[in-house]
């Protein structure tokens, strides 16, 4: 089971961080993904944490504004989010895989329920 937490109303320009938390599995043996999705919108791929270790790979509409982290000893990834734009707005969900190809939903086997991120103009 994922547990996303940490999302909010923010302005933008600002910040948040997003935690997914899990549980009864070990997130060292997957790769972390997380994804977002807006209202009316596909769900979009924001970024993925490798199992390797491997710098993440992030989207480039949120490259050099989001970051994300992992601790294996704590069962947990995060998804730091500066310079917050309105367009960012989405409902961010984590997921896990063990698949090659990772970015598409299809990839990940297991999701969170997702945390809500409103960003204000």
């Known amino acids: 089971q994922l547990q996303a937490s940490g999302g909010g109303l923010v302005q933008a320009g600002g910040s948040l961080r997003l935690s997914c938390t899990a549980s009864g599995r070990a997130i060292s043996s997957y790769h972390m993904g997380w994804f977002r999705q807006a209202p009316g919108k596909e769900r979009e791929f924001v970024g993925v944490s490798r199992r390797s270790g491997d710098t993440p790979v992030l989207a480039d509409n949120v490259k050099g504004r989001f970051t994300i982290s992992r601790y294996n000893m704590k069962n947990t990834v995060y998804l730091q989010m500066n310079s917050l734009k309105p367009e960012d707005t989405a409902v961010y969900y984590c997921?896990?895989?063990?698949?090659?190809?990772?970015?598409?939903?299809?990839?990940?086997?297991?999701w969170g329920q997702g945390t809500l991120v409103t960003v204000s103009s």
């Open positions: 997921a896990a895989s063990t698949s090659v190809v990772l970015r598409a939903p299809k990839d990940y086997g297991y």
